[in-house]
C-alpha cells in the first residue's frame, strides 16, 4: 500500500472523513502542497505531526474542503429559483424547508434568504446550512465578506441587507437570524426528510462518481415529492431519472 493511500487510511480512522471519496489527482496534489509548505517529507510523517497538532490538524481540514463561494454565484440560476421554482414550492407548502448543503462561509444560505424574501417576510424563512468544516462555519456565522464577494448581488439587496464595516461588508442580522448553522460530513452522516428545497452547489466536482452515485440518492430519499435539488452550474445529471429526479429547469431537479 503507498503513502497516500495508508494516509487516508489513518485520516478516516482518526477523523471519520473519506478522503477516497474525493478525486484522488486533486486531492493529493493539494495535500501535498501542504505538507510540503509545512516541511514534511511524506504523508506518513504530516500524518504523525497531525496526530500532536490541533493547530495543524484544522489547517488541513481547511484545505481538503473546498471553500470558493460569493453571493448570487451565476445570478441568473438564483434568478431562476425566484420566478419559476419557489413560486411552485410555495403554492403547495406555505413554509418550506430549506437546506443549504455545504454552505462554506455562508454566502449561499444567505443568498436563499435574500431571494425567498421576496416572496415572504424574513421572520417567516429558516434554512438549515451545513458544512464539514467547523472554522469555516464560525465564520459564516459572524457574516463579514470583502466586497469581491458581493460582485453579483443587485443593488437593491446590497443596500438592503448588508452594511458597510471598513473594508467589509457585514450581513444584516435580520438575514443572519433566518439560517442555523452545524457541522455534517455529506458522505456519511444521515440527512432529515422532507425537505422542499436542497440546494448542493459546487461541492460534487470534487467527489468521484461512486460517491455523487450515493448523494444523489441521499438527497432524493431527504426530499418530499416534488422537492428540488438545486446543483452548481458545473454539476448537472445527466441521468436524472436513475436518481428519481426530473428536470424542472437547468441545474434544477424535481424529485418525482
Given at each position: 500500500m503507498g503513502d497516500y493511500e495508508q494516509f487516508v487510511g489513518a485520516i478516516k480512522r482518526k477523523t471519520g472523513i473519506d478522503l477516497a471519496l474525493y478525486k484522488e489527482a486533486q486531492m493529493k496534489r493539494?495535500?501535498?502542497?501542504?505538507?510540503?509548505?509545512?516541511?514534511?517529507?511524506?504523508?506518513?510523517?504530516?500524518?504523525?505531526a497531525l496526530s500532536s497538532n490541533k493547530e495543524m490538524m484544522n489547517e488541513f481540514l481547511d484545505r481538503m474542503t473546498i471553500n470558493v463561494s460569493e453571493f448570487y454565484r451565476n445570478s441568473?440560476?438564483?434568478?431562476?429559483?425566484?420566478?419559476?421554482?419557489?413560486?411552485?414550492?410555495?403554492?403547495?407548502?406555505?413554509?418550506?424547508?430549506?437546506?443549504?448543503?455545504?454552505?462554506?462561509?455562508?454566502?449561499?444560505?444567505y443568498t436563499l434568504a435574500m431571494v425567498l424574501s421576496a416572496h415572504?417576510?424574513?421572520?417567516?424563512?429558516?434554512?438549515?446550512?451545513?458544512?464539514?468544516?467547523?472554522?469555516?462555519?464560525?465564520?459564516?456565522?459572524?457574516?463579514?465578506?470583502?466586497?469581491?464577494?458581493l460582485a453579483e448581488?443587485?443593488?437593491?439587496?446590497?443596500?438592503?441587507?448588508?452594511?458597510?464595516?471598513?473594508?467589509?461588508?457585514?450581513?444584516?442580522?435580520?438575514?443572519?437570524?433566518?439560517?442555523?448553522?452545524?457541522?455534517?460530513?455529506?458522505?456519511?452522516?444521515?440527512?432529515?426528510?422532507?425537505?422542499?428545497?436542497?440546494v448542493c452547489r459546487n461541492v460534487m466536482i470534487y467527489f468521484t462518481e461512486e460517491a455523487k452515485d450515493e448523494l444523489y440518492r441521499k438527497f432524493n430519499a431527504a426530499l418530499r415529492s416534488g422537492g428540488v435539488l438545486f446543483v452548481g452550474s458545473t454539476e448537472q445529471i445527466f441521468n436524472p431519472e436513475r436518481y428519481g429526479f426530473e428536470v424542472e429547469d437547468t441545474f434544477f431537479y424535481k424529485k418525482v
Open positions: 493539494r495535500l501535498t502542497s501542504l505538507y510540503e509548505k509545512k516541511g514534511y517529507p511524506s504523508f506518513s510523517t504530516f500524518f504523525d441568473k440560476r438564483w434568478d431562476v429559483l425566484e420566478k419559476k421554482i419557489l413560486p411552485r414550492l410555495l403554492k403547495e407548502n406555505k413554509r418550506l424547508k430549506v437546506w443549504s448543503a455545504a454552505c462554506s462561509t455562508g454566502e449561499e444560505p415572504m417576510p424574513l421572520s417567516s424563512v429558516s434554512i438549515q446550512a451545513t458544512d464539514l468544516d467547523l472554522n469555516v462555519i464560525q465564520k459564516a456565522k459572524l457574516g463579514l465578506y470583502p466586497e469581491r464577494s448581488v443587485p443593488e437593491e439587496i446590497k443596500k438592503k441587507h448588508f452594511q458597510k464595516e471598513g473594508a467589509f461588508f457585514k450581513t444584516s442580522e435580520e438575514v443572519k437570524r433566518t439560517v442555523s448553522f452545524k457541522r455534517q460530513n455529506l458522505l456519511s452522516d444521515r440527512f432529515e426528510s422532507g425537505y422542499d428545497l436542497i
